[in-house]
């Protein structure tokens, strides 16, 4: 099946991939394996250092000429490759399921994704508007433009190889970037199938070679990614470990940072919640792709008034959830990406009941008959009466929900920004009073509040990202844009006599 899926790519023959049939480890290679079956899929070459010279050479050169093409022309070029992919949505989403475990629904939405912020890239190459202001001096004009910014650095987690790469290239393209993509080691065959279908397009359209792809080590590849003067900016998306140290070496050079760390993210059901919305929706952020989306619900903060009923309900909606080959399309939830993820589960499944987590469902490893993965099951915990569960606080990336009681709005919105990740958060009330204090200044502390929605799924028009330890960064829609730019306020003068601002002289 993989073989066929690179085929229709027209990557059976990329140079990168060093086998399928007989992926092993080998030296200077490395093995993209399929979570749920836990066997090889392909192994691939990784770039040396020497490689990653090249490619940023190639991008600075890219850059130089692309920044050229006006920018709707370049939107009609984005507009092709969102063509393209429409046309690939469903080997690309099969790739991602089989590299990553997501399942196909996800998988192929993850593509939908990248289709979608292309379009609105499209338009967006026509509005890359700067503002002009008023000068205090006669015959002075001001105003800021906004030029393009240079090759862009980006870096993206395991759990969305197709659309993070998607949010960062199709709007970098349309500024005028050109794009170094260092994917996670974990999803190499996506990584080179998508940039291939973008590359190729542009050399038909005969561009610059603007896609550019360095698969390789942290320390070969992607801290000398990081440290690249000629890099202006690094959009980087991961674990808040990974953040602190990246962060760390692109301020010491003074470089720009745009950072998708991790999120600890919380549902709050008020008493008049709507139960039959609020459940479903929870039991999808919270075990969709089996708990590894940075914005998968967490923590369930329940009113006491409310909670008994609630656990209960969530227990039985927990046995209608079907684990399995995420290929399949009957199942919701597949594996972890990898043994060492099962591992941090069970160690949290550990920490929590040592401190006084009360195991409702779930808990351990899950056995899918015929498939050897890394599957655990959906679990919920039910945190002890004075709501002391500090292994709540960190980010597990697994299908683990906290449930936690509270008596009042003021007490759960604390207990909510209590954390320190602030990426996604969502309540249930039919109160406008409740959503309207939850997503005032004094609410949510997150970079996205839902109100009668789940934490997870955000749309690409509005601009995302997190605050605190999430990284502060805005991805995707809005005016996210202009990170990808660089501003520039331009005064001209058209009389004929000199005029100081601030009404300074200096002819006398
Ligand atoms: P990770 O931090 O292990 O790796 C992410 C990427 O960073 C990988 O490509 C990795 O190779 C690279 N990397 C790590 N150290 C580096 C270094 N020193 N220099 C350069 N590159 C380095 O994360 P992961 O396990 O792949 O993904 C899961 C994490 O990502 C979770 O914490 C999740 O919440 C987060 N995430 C956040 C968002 C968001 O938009 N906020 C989206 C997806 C995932």
């Given at each position: 099946m993989l073989a066929d899926i690179l085929e229709r790519l027209h990557v059976a023959d990329d140079p990168r991939i060093a086998s399928i049939a007989d992926a092993a480890?080998?030296?200077?290679?490395?093995?993209?394996?399929?979570?749920?079956t836990a066997e090889p899929l392909a192994s691939v070459r990784l770039d040396t250092a020497e490689d990653y010279e090249r490619i940023a050479e190639t991008a600075s050169k890219a850059f130089r000429a692309w920044r050229r093409v006006p920018g709707?022309?370049?939107?009609?070029?984005?507009?092709?490759?969102?063509?393209?992919?429409?046309?690939?949505?469903?080997?690309?989403?099969?790739?991602?399921?089989?590299?990553?475990?997501?399942?196909?629904?996800?998988?192929?939405g993850e593509v939908q994704e990248t289709i979608d912020i292309a379009d609105f890239a499209v338009g967006l190459s026509r509005q890359l508007y700067g503002l002009t202001m008023p000068s205090e001096r006669a015959d002075h004009r001001i105003e800021e433009r906004w030029h393009p910014l240079g090759p862009v650095g980006v870096i993206t987690a395991f759990n969305f190889p197709n659309a993070v790469w998607g949010w960062n290239a199709m709007i970098g393209a349309v500024c005028g970037d050109?794009?170094?993509?260092?994917?996670?080691?974990?999803?190499?065959?996506?990584?080179?199938?998508?940039?291939?279908?973008?590359?190729?397009?542009?050399?038909?359209?005969?561009?610059?070679?603007?896609?550019?792809?360095?698969?390789?080590?942290?320390?070969?590849?992607g801290e000398r990614l990081v440290a690249d003067k000629r890099v202006p900016l690094i959009s980087a998306t991961g674990s808040c470990r990974m953040g602190r140290i990246?962060?760390?070496?692109v301020a010491a050079r003074l470089g720009k940072c745009l950072l998708e760390l991790g999120g600890n993210n919380a549902v709050i059901f008020e008493p008049d919640a709507n139960l039959s919305l609020a459940i479903p929706s929870t039991v999808f952020g919270a075990v969709g792709t089996a708990g590894q989306r940075c914005t998968s619900t967490r923590r369930l903060l329940c009113?006491?008034?409310?909670?008994?009923?609630v656990v209960e309900k969530f227990a039985k909606a927990y046995e209608q959830i079907r684990l399995g080959d995420p290929l399949d399309a009957s199942t919701h939830v597949g594996p972890l990406i990898h043994e060492h993820a099962v591992e941090q589960?069970?160690?949290?499944?550990?920490?929590?009941?040592?401190?006084?987590?009360?195991?409702?469902?779930?808990?351990?490893?899950?056995?899918?008959?015929?498939?050897?993965?890394?599957?655990?099951?959906?679990?919920?915990?039910?945190?002890?009466?004075?709501?002391?569960?500090?292994?709540?606080?960190?980010?597990?990336?697994?299908?683990?929900?906290?449930?936690?009681?509270?008596?009042?709005?003021?007490?759960?919105?604390?207990?909510?920004?209590?954390?320190?990740?602030?990426?996604?958060?969502?309540?249930?009330?039919?109160?406008?009073?409740?959503?309207?204090?939850?997503?005032?200044?004094?609410?949510?502390?997150?970079?996205?509040?839902?109100?009668?929605?789940?934490?997870?799924?955000?749309?690409?028009?509005?601009?995302?990202g997190g605050e605190k330890d999430t990284g502060g960064g805005r991805?995707?829609?809005?005016?996210?844009?202009?990170?990808?730019?660089?501003?520039?306020?331009?005064?001209?003068?058209?009389?004929s006599t000199i005029q100081l601002a601030q009404g300074i002289r200096f002819d006398q």
């Amino acid at each position: 099946m993989l073989a066929d899926i690179l085929e229709r790519l027209h990557v059976a023959d990329d140079p990168r991939i060093a086998s399928i049939a007989d992926a092993a480890e080998r030296p200077g290679e490395v093995i993209s394996s399929n979570p749920t079956t836990a066997e090889p899929l392909a192994s691939v070459r990784l770039d040396t250092a020497e490689d990653y010279e090249r490619i940023a050479e190639t991008a600075s050169k890219a850059f130089r000429a692309w920044r050229r093409v006006p920018g709707p022309v370049r939107g009609q070029a984005v507009r092709a490759i969102a063509d393209e992919l429409r046309k690939h949505k469903q080997d690309l989403g099969a790739l991602v399921t089989m590299e990553v475990g997501k399942i196909r629904s996800e998988g192929e939405g993850e593509v939908q994704e990248t289709i979608d912020i292309a379009d609105f890239a499209v338009g967006l190459s026509r509005q890359l508007y700067g503002l002009t202001m008023p000068s205090e001096r006669a015959d002075h004009r001001i105003e800021e433009r906004w030029h393009p910014l240079g090759p862009v650095g980006v870096i993206t987690a395991f759990n969305f190889p197709n659309a993070v790469w998607g949010w960062n290239a199709m709007i970098g393209a349309v500024c005028g970037d050109s794009i170094i993509w260092k994917p996670s080691l974990y999803a190499p065959l996506t990584a080179i199938a998508t940039n291939a279908i973008c590359a190729r397009v542009l050399k038909e359209l005969d561009h610059p070679d603007i896609f550019q792809l360095v698969i390789g080590t942290d320390d070969a590849v992607g801290e000398r990614l990081v440290a690249d003067k000629r890099v202006p900016l690094i959009s980087a998306t991961g674990s808040c470990r990974m953040g602190r140290i990246v962060s760390q070496k692109v301020a010491a050079r003074l470089g720009k940072c745009l950072l998708e760390l991790g999120g600890n993210n919380a549902v709050i059901f008020e008493p008049d919640a709507n139960l039959s919305l609020a459940i479903p929706s929870t039991v999808f952020g919270a075990v969709g792709t089996a708990g590894q989306r940075c914005t998968s619900t967490r923590r369930l903060l329940c009113h006491e008034s409310i909670a008994d009923e609630v656990v209960e309900k969530f227990a039985k909606a927990y046995e209608q959830i079907r684990l399995g080959d995420p290929l399949d399309a009957s199942t919701h939830v597949g594996p972890l990406i990898h043994e060492h993820a099962v591992e941090q589960f069970l160690s949290a499944m550990t920490e929590a009941q040592d401190q006084g987590g009360e195991l409702i469902v779930g808990g351990g490893r899950a056995e899918v008959e015929g498939l050897k993965g890394h599957f655990v099951q959906p679990t919920i915990i039910r945190a002890p009466a004075d709501n002391n569960l500090p292994i709540a606080l960190e980010e597990t990336f697994a299908p683990i929900l906290y449930v936690f009681t509270y008596k009042d709005l003021d007490e759960a919105i604390e207990m909510h920004n209590g954390v320190d990740q602030g990426l996604s958060s969502a309540i249930f009330s039919e109160s406008m009073r409740a959503a309207e204090r939850f997503t005032s200044e004094s609410g949510s502390d997150c970079g996205l509040a839902y109100v009668n929605l789940g934490t997870s799924g955000a749309e690409i028009g509005g601009a995302f990202g997190g605050e605190k330890d999430t990284g502060g960064g805005r991805e995707s829609g809005s005016d996210a844009w202009k990170a990808y730019m660089r501003r520039q306020t331009v005064s001209i003068h058209s009389g004929s006599t000199i005029q100081l601002a601030q009404g300074i002289r200096f002819d006398q």
